[in-house]
């Protein structure tokens, strides 16, 4: 049964630009949101690092659309949707973003991004190091709201985001044996570190809105500063891959008075809230043009994704 709740967003309206960077046609507007003090909680890299995280298939034979977590620590773990997860059976992405209890276990909702292989590579997964590209990002946040609402389950369009990763590949001139999504992030690795080097996270903020050639894209905001760092370079990433898809000689810009409108109207999109198959409530976020979620624990916005919807993917590159 879903619930709704106008106001847990309502800080959104408080939320701060305080600098304005620009490199490969992707624009930041680094922002600061006047939450209160996060939950205690790991990310997925590092409680994978720690060895306090295991990820595996959910029985020896696999099933595509889950996976098999435990975590052993005293921690909560945070994942983001979108994060990738290679090893397995075949490589997969998360579905939403959720907190994994403290020595607990579960499954979890996942999308395969790697379509031409079903063997064991190994028998547990490792961190992509990477996310999903926006454009990605976006499609399976609409596809997971839709499921919920049809059948109250993070689910994704798996058809869909083949199709999508072999579009996005072909544009970028990627080659992959097993059509994985991870093997054209490892291609344009070194773009990646560039554009990271030139827009580096900004100590203080815990949030940030993307736009690409003149046109708002994304937000991602966290509960805590330290968060936004630690996954920086995967946001980075995610929204770099389609800045370098249709790159401009003189890329347009966004003025931070249109990003704090966007922003505001996000506040007073349509909500839904669903149960998170972690702690806490997934709450759906939908209106005219945008698309998003937000992990919600005690009250407390955990993460935010917002996304412009787009109604066709980004235009491929030029021969």
Request: hydrophobic share 40%.
């Amino acid at each position: 049964m879903t619930v709704t709740n106008p106001n847990v967003l309502e800080e959104l309206l408080r939320a701060e630009v305080v600098g304005i960077r620009q490199a490969a046609g992707l624009q930041v507007f680094d922002l600061q949101w006047p939450v209160r003090d996060g939950h205690d909680y790991v990310t997925l890299d590092e409680a994978i690092e720690q060895n306090a995280l295991d990820v595996t298939e959910v029985s020896s034979g696999g099933t595509v659309p889950a996976l098999k977590i435990t975590n052993k620590s005293n921690h909560m773990v945070f994942l983001m949707a979108g994060e990738e997860l290679v090893g397995g059976k075949q490589n997969r992405v998360l579905n939403a973003s959720m907190l994994v209890p403290a020595k607990g276990e579960m499954p979890i909702p996942v999308t395969c991004v790697e379509a031409g292989r079903w063997g064991y590579k190994s028998s547990r997964f490792a961190s992509g190091t990477s996310s999903s590209h926006s454009h990605l990002r976006m499609m399976m946040s609409k596809q997971v709201t839709g499921s919920y609402k049809a059948e109250g389950a993070p689910k994704s369009d798996q058809g869909a985001v083949w199709g999508e990763i072999a579009r996005k590949m072909k544009s970028m001139g990627s080659q992959s044996s097993s059509g994985a999504l991870h093997d054209f992030f490892q291609d344009y690795a070194k773009k990646f570190e560039e554009v990271i080097g030139a827009l580096p996270h900004r100590e203080g903020c815990n949030g940030a809105v993307f736009a690409i050639n003149g046109k708002i894209v994304g937000a991602d905001l966290f509960d805590k500063p330290v968060t936004l760092k630690k996954l920086w370079a995967k946001l980075i990433k995610s929204y770099a891959a389609d800045a370098l898809e249709n790159p401009q000689e003189k890329p347009a810009r966004v003025e931070s008075s249109g990003v704090l409108d966007w922003l505001k109207s996000a506040s007073s999109a349509r909500q839904q809230w669903f149960d998170s198959p972690g702690i806490g409530k997934d709450v759906r976020i939908e209106d005219k043009n945008l698309v998003g979620a937000t992990l919600v624990v005690d009250a407390r916005p955990v993460h935010v994704e917002l996304f412009q919807e787009e109604e066709a993917p980004p235009a491929a590159r030029p021969a």
